[in-house]
């Protein structure tokens, strides 16, 4: 059996990559380490692969959680994180958990990462190591691509602001000096707007992307209301970074020419795109343009460059042979997911 060590296994993208793990190989089996326990919708999620998943509940800054996992390890994705985006609670509530605990944001985030690679160094059979990071390491504005646009590369254009940017460029830092000093077959990958199956508040995020919203008014036959229909953004399929991330642990390393890659959907949409594509699936779906107040989407049409715009993915289509299917089919396939699996928000 080839054993893969996923944290954050429970939460929303990591749990889409263990499940096209456990399903893509008779002889994968998994362990997945989080912080909090696997809620119904996580339970319902893994059952069909419950037999090759085992679930360890443990903070990954505790040398006490990494102590359980197994010794055996072939592959590590390191995908947990605090992402602390401000948020409405239950009671109505503004949360900014940025400004209400920092010292959690940098501990999970940073020294959470450490923990991961001290203990995968000392992993005998440790095939790869994947650190799952974020586009938000990029800067806010691209002076270049106002004038000629061009989709990011991974190379150049940082510009960390807020704690989750500032950490996770931080720990990509890191992973990398680990990757020197000990030899560690390494790579990171950063994430766009991702958007998919088991998209869900949690303990540690709280953020809804466009992509989702769209999503979840189109199944539920109600036209969305938006400040703007220009913002932009790069909105990537959950399932579809399940299968970047699975080509990348069985890529060899002699395919893999590269430290970092953009897993993203590699094109700038407009709201008003997201809105047509789903409109594609769901017949009359409209979109109505209302004060900032009042709408259950706020945007900032103002910015669109750098991390808001595309990024260039032609990397993972050289090195692993991978690509996003189009933003519309994307959709298509996740409005379906909510039509049998949730409820439509």
Not at 49 to 61: I, K, M, P, Y
Not at 260 to 277: F, K, P
Request: net charge neutral; with cysteine.
């Amino acid at each position: 059996m080839v054993t893969a060590v996923v944290t954050g296994g429970g939460g929303f993208v990591m749990a889409n990559f263990l499940r096209l793990w456990l399903e893509s190989g008779a002889d994968h089996q998994a362990v997945a380490l989080d912080a909090s326990p696997l809620d119904a919708a996580a339970q319902r999620y893994f059952a069909p692969v419950a037999d090759r998943l085992r679930f360890v509940q443990g903070d990954v800054t505790s040398p006490d959680a990494w102590a359980k996992l197994p010794a055996d390890a072939a592959y590590v994705v390191h995908g947990a994180a605090v992402t602390p985006h401000a948020y409405t609670d239950a009671e109505g509530r503004r949360r900014d958990p940025e400004r209400e605990n920092p010292l959690r944001v940098l501990d999970v985030n940073i020294m959470g990462t450490v923990h991961a690679l001290n203990w995968a160094r000392g992993l005998a059979g440790l095939r790869r190591f994947v650190y799952v990071s974020t586009g938000s390491v990029y800067a806010d504005a691209v002076a270049a691509q106002e004038e000629r646009f061009f989709p990011l590369p991974e190379d150049g254009y940082i510009g960390p602001t807020a704690l989750y940017d500032v950490s996770k460029y931080s720990s990509e830092m890191i992973a990398l000096r680990f990757k020197q000093l000990y030899g560690l077959d390494l790579v990171v990958v950063r994430l766009s707007s991702v958007f998919g199956p088991m998209d869900r508040a949690s303990s540690v995020r709280n953020v809804r992307n466009v992509a989702n919203h769209v999503a979840h008014a189109a199944v539920a036959g109600r036209p969305i209301k938006c400040n703007s229909a220009t913002a932009v953004g790069d909105y990537v399929y959950a399932p579809d970074v399940a299968e970047a991330l699975r080509r990348l642990l069985l890529a060899r390393r002699s395919e893999l020419h590269h430290d970092v890659y953009n897993i993203a959907g590699g094109v700038t949409s407009t709201v008003r795109d997201l809105v047509s594509d789903a409109a594609k699936t769901a017949s009359g779906f409209t979109m109505e343009i209302v004060d900032a107040a009042q709408a259950e989407v706020t945007t900032v049409p103002e910015r669109g460059t750098g991390k808001w715009a595309a990024y260039d993915i032609a990397r993972a289509a050289r090195d692993f042979g991978w690509r996003p299917r189009p933003l519309a089919s994307a959709l298509r396939d996740y409005m379906t997911w909510i039509r049998t699996h949730e409820t439509a928000k």
